[in-house]
């Protein structure tokens, strides 16, 4: 019996089009358009649904909210095995993880796109759908959460970020590596997160911005945003999570205003830690009120934090999850 797979398009380049100006115009293939090319009609069942035709950076959290949803109405169906969404590369990964905390099922939801269009020579279409739709059908992908499948590998949706801004291996997860790969058509998965958090969706979510610290940074930013309806405010901070003194005197005044801040690193690897002891170090601000980020990424962290903030969560310290 033929597995069920949904799949789900939302535009990008995987659905683009040259115009004649020979630039690409995102989303301008529906998807029965690139369904076509994979020619998995023997081995999977495949269900199609348009949602959007839209460039990734179009994509709005009312969009999310729709898209999930649609996948939540789709898991309504017990006979489906997965979720397969075409997504523009540029915001693939925000989305992906945002889907990860709001969706709350054991099928796999796969998130994949292309760097090149479906007419470019070398095109990755058909193979990073065809791929993503073998690992949505397949039993080992089973409680993988929302993960991005992409040049023949599968990422963790927390940790996968786009890498280069051209190739087609295009994606990646420094430090942390594959879930799994897809070779010759066959689905290797190797390991599966442990954690799950999960967090309802909301009509508004709160204002979360992300404030990034380098030498010689001012208070500027952060002064304006004391002043703004900010609720949340993510700090990219240098190596362990240090920022200046001067971005640390406007910290402070946020921060006894309440406004949740958490703390990241702007390095691929490891996490921020209250290692070093003076004003501006991670030590410090975390005396200060803000919270420690772990590994995660500043973007990642954003969504988490506004999802926590508008399902007015109360242990921030466990942000590191």
Known sequence: MKKKVVLITTGGTIASQRNQFNMLESGKLNGEAILEMCKLEDQIDIELIDLFQLPSMHLTFENL???????????????????????????????????????????PVVVTGSQKSPADVGSDVYSNLRNSLLVASNEQAKNIGTCVVFNEKIFNSKYVKKVHTSSIDAFGAIGYGMLGYIDNDEVNVYQKPINKEYYDIKDHYPYVEIVNAYLGANSKFLDFLLESDVEGVVLVGSGRGQITPEMTKAVEKLSNKGTKIVLTTSTDEGRVFPSYD????????????????????????????????????????????
């Open 65 to 107: 909210n729709h898209l999930n949803q649609t996948v939540r109405k789709v898991f309504e169906d017990q006979s489906v095995s997965g979720v397969v969404i075409t997504h523009g590369t540029d915001s693939l990964e925000e989305t992906a993880y945002f889907l990860e905390l709001t969706i709350d099922d054991t099928r």
């Open 278 to 321: 003076y004003y501006g170090s991670a030590n410090n601000l975390k005396k200060l009120g803000v919270h420690m980020g772990g590994d995660f990424h500043p973007k990642k962290a954003r969504l988490k934090l506004m999802l926590m903030l508008a399902n007015q969560a109360q242990n921030f310290e466990t942000f590191m999850r």
